[in-house]
């Protein structure tokens, strides 16, 4: 089974740029996830979506960040402008729902963004 | 609000030393925790997960139980070895939502 991908692994950009993150959660996996995680903490939600539907922003920055999960698969995250304390590892991670499994989420690889 | 605080790191052991890294939990609810591994260059891995009051989780030589008098679980392994150094995070669930705390960074010298 193949897992949660995501590309780029690495992005360098500098402030005030645009950037756009995209994810291909597992096959068959209702909800999908982003999460920050900045250099020596742990990964911190900022979105959920069940199929094509928010769940939960409360943690997104909405003045500068933005996600999209169209068709309910894959999945765009996008920062503009960037900031500086936007460097870090932004990971993607998908689940099953309704099923003895529900609560295992499975992770991407992550892309790490350094904003100069 | 949820919140995890784990052991401080980060932790350096021989091969073959006993492990333990701590990990408490404040909570509303009854979450199911976790620990997720994340190996270098690689994306964070489930090791071992507990539901409910009392339940060990275990994997790889791991285990966690879930004490929900200390709202603690803990991860221990008896005899560590290079291939266990990674960062080690442990977390709860609530409404599937993952609350992580901070990581600990694991080292092991053969």
């Known amino acids: 089974e193949a897992g949660v991908a995501q590309s780029p692994r690495y992005k360098i950009i500098e402030k005030r740029q645009s950037v756009a993150f995209w994810c291909n959660p597992i096959?068959?996996?209702?909800?999908l996830y982003w999460y920050q995680q900045i250099l020596g903490q742990g990964p911190k939600l900022l979105i959920q979506f069940q199929n094509n539907g928010v769940v939960d922003d409360s943690q997104l920055p909405k003045d500068r960040f933005s996600a999209e999960r169209l068709k309910g698969v894959d999945s765009t995250l996008k920062i503009q402008p960037a900031k500086l304390e936007d460097s870090a590892v932004y990971l993607c991670?998908?689940?099953?729902?309704?099923?003895?499994?529900?609560?295992?989420?499975?992770f991407g690889p992550g892309t790490r963004l350094t904003v100069l | 609000g949820d919140s995890v605080t784990q052991m401080e790191g980060p932790v350096t052991l021989s091969e073959e030393a006993f492990l333990t890294i701590n990990c408490t939990y404040t909570?509303?609810?009854?979450?199911?925790l976790f620990w997720y591994v994340q190996y270098p260059g690689e994306g964070l891995q489930l090791l071992l997960k507990a539901t409910k009051a009392d339940d060990k989780g275990s994997n790889k030589g791991f285990e966690a139980t879930y004490r929900k008098e200390t709202t603690s679980f803990h991860l221990e392994k008896g005899s560590v070895q290079v291939s266990d150094s990674a960062v080690y995070f442990c977390a709860l669930l609530m409404s599937q939502k993952l609350v992580f705390g901070q990581g600990t960074r694991l080292t092991i010298n053969p």
């Open positions: 909570a509303t609810g009854y979450p199911s």
């Open positions: 096959s068959g996996h209702a909800t």
């Open positions: 991670a998908s689940s099953l729902v309704g099923t003895s499994r529900n609560n295992e989420q499975f």
